[in-house]
């Protein structure tokens, strides 16, 4: 394990990372103009994304704990990079700010499409409570009246 295959291993995670950032943008875009059927269709592009991400992850992981191994170092970046030269060290920090800068876009993402997703819900549950009040007052066209129960399995 060197500097390059480490860097080599991030930057595949940065890849994989932008892509699911890309996909959540997406999934907000269709949440927003409450497009059900564009939803529905990304979230197995999501799925597989995510996995994909967390392989990465796990990789790169290991290279890093590899590398500082090999370094003789405490498996952190700050301790990779004090025994690297000065030309790898800027190479992987910067490198290491793109990570951190994905990896918090990709929190804000999911925060952002998950607020979504339960503001939706709540406007899906007050929508049916204010349908089941006007089903049940007696004084609206909709309230009881004298039909008999609908039988939803009964065939014509």
Known sequence: MNAQRLSAVWIEWAGAASALVSLLDQQESALVSRDTARVEDLLPEIEKSRHALEA???RAREASTAFAEK???VPSLTGIMTRLSPTEAGSI?????RVKDLGEGLREAMIRNHSLI???LAYVAATLTLVGQ???D???PYGK???GALTVDRTV
């Open 56 to 58: 990465v992850d796990e």
């Open 71 to 73: 370094l003789g170092c």
């Open 93 to 97: 920090s910067a490198l290491a700010q």
């Open 118 to 120: 339960v503001n939706e």
């Open 134 to 136: 006007t089903l049940r």
């Open 138 to 140: 007696p004084t609206t």
């Open 145 to 147: 009246g004298t039909a």
